[in-house]
């Protein structure tokens, strides 16, 4: 069992929790993931680990609760345990040799990116730091990433903080502005990812970007993740998470994600009609 002993909520669908995991806080690295299990009759789900404490043996992890397991774990308070947590698992990102890098987060991206962003910054590198969301509420870890950033640049799409606008815009000013970026790193939903890719297509610079494909066991084994590119299939799970956006068919990838819609919002809805806080009659 492992321990949750923190639990923040960041937004009103965005919570952060901290769970005691020594085995894997001793080894994780930025880019790495783990799959989690709620209890005995709960599905598998992978989490991008967001920060880690090797002396506290801890991980963190944040998530947006827009499905079934991610609206249970949400519930979950400091004190409960998860039965299962798997890794570090996935390639972690290569953060040395790089002098100027632009890290870009999408909503709940943004807390897959934090740790990138940290790292490319403790290595020594200028980090210039672009994060957006749909409104000023959904904004997530602004303080953690100004501290690792030599410059952050905030958006929204309803113009209730920041830049009135998308990331992208952001994007297109700082590589007109600085001709010496070594690397782009993207990490939100997937058509921000692609705007991201084709900007940086445009430019020559080089665009890693970090793929939320369905995973079930994270071993490679069962093959749900599997992505496409370079025209080739990759598996997520074990060939990523992070993949040249430059290659990535970002196309295929929009039609996987939406395998399942139909089905999870069938599970919600049952869970709706079972009781508890249900309005629906």
């Known amino acids: 069992m492992y321990r949750i002993i923190r639990k923040k909520v960041l937004a009103p669908t965005m919570k952060l929790i901290e769970v ?19 209890d005995e009759k709960g599905e598998r789900i992978p989490l991008t680990v ?101 410059e952050l640049y905030v958006t929204t799409d309803d113009g209730s903080y920041g830049h009135h606008g998308f990331v992208t815009d952001i994007l ?32 020559g610079v080089k665009c890693i970007v970090s793929l939320n494909a369905i995973m079930v066991d994270g071993t490679g084994m069962c093959g749900g993740c599997r992505v496409i590119v370079g025209g080739e299939t990759k598996f997520t799970c074990v060939d990523g998470p992070a993949f040249d956006g430059h290659l990535v068919d970002f196309d295929d990838l929009m039609r996987r994600l939406s395998y399942y819609k139909k089905h999870e919002e069938e599970v919600l809805s049952n869970e709706c009609c079972s009781g508890g806080e249900c309005k629906c009659h």
């Not at 994780?28 to 783990?34: K, R, T």
């Open 20 to 38: 005691e995991a020594p085995d894997i806080a001793a080894k994780v690295l930025p880019g790495n993931f783990v799959i989690l299990r709620i």
């Open 50 to 150: 967001a920060d880690y404490d090797r002396k506290k043996g801890t991980i963190t992890l944040i998530f947006q609760e827009v499905g079934y397991t991610t609206k249970h774990l949400g519930r979950l308070e400091e004190g409960d345990a998860l039965l299962d947590l798997v890794g570090p698992l996935g390639e972690h990102m290569q953060i040395e040799g790089y002098k100027k890098v632009i890290c870009v987060g999408g909503g709940s991206g943004t807390a897959l990116l934090y740790p990138k962003t940290k790292a490319f910054y403790e290595a020594g590198a200028k980090v210039l730091t672009i994060t957006g969301a749909r409104t000023k509420e959904l904004l997530i870890l602004l303080d953690e990433l100004d501290a690792v950033s030599d």
């Open 172 to 203: 297109k000013e700082l590589l007109d502005k600085h001709d010496d970026v070594d690397l782009v790193v993207a990490i939100g939903p997937v058509p921000m990812m692609k705007a991201c890719a084709e900007l940086t297509r445009e430019y």
